[in-house]
C-alpha cells in the first residue's frame, strides 16, 4: 500500500510540474511565436479549461480501471 502512495505522489507531482513549467515559459513561447498578450492569456485559459473539462471523465476512468493504471496512461499520453 505504501509503495503505490509513493508511485501515486510521484506520478501527481510530475504532472503538475509539467503544468507548471508551461506557465513559466509562456513569456518565450510568446516571444518566439509573436504572440500578444491576449493570446497568451488565451492559452493559460485554453490549459486551465480542458484540465476542468477532463477532469470527470477523468475521475470515472480512474475510478473504473484503477487510479495506478490510469495516471501511468494518462502521463504516457500527456507527455
Given at each position: 500500500?505504501?509503495?503505490?502512495?509513493?508511485?501515486?505522489?510521484?506520478?501527481?507531482?510530475?504532472?503538475?510540474?509539467f503544468?507548471?513549467?508551461?506557465?513559466?515559459?509562456?513569456?518565450f513561447?510568446?516571444?518566439?511565436l509573436?504572440?500578444?498578450?491576449?493570446?497568451?492569456?488565451?492559452?493559460?485559459?485554453i490549459?486551465?479549461?480542458?484540465?476542468?473539462?477532463?477532469?470527470?471523465?477523468?475521475?470515472?476512468?480512474?475510478?473504473?480501471?484503477?487510479?495506478?493504471?490510469?495516471?501511468?496512461?494518462?502521463?504516457?499520453?500527456?507527455a
Amino acid at each position: 500500500m505504501k509503495n503505490k502512495l509513493i508511485q501515486l505522489f510521484t506520478f501527481h507531482f510530475f504532472n503538475d510540474g509539467f503544468l507548471a513549467s508551461i506557465i513559466l515559459f509562456l513569456p518565450f513561447i510568446k516571444q518566439n511565436l509573436n504572440l500578444n498578450l491576449t493570446q497568451v492569456g488565451f492559452l493559460t485559459s485554453i490549459l486551465s479549461l480542458s484540465g476542468i473539462v477532463l477532469a470527470l471523465p477523468a475521475g470515472h476512468f480512474g475510478h473504473k480501471i484503477g487510479a495506478l493504471k490510469f495516471l501511468s496512461f494518462a502521463l504516457f499520453f500527456y507527455a
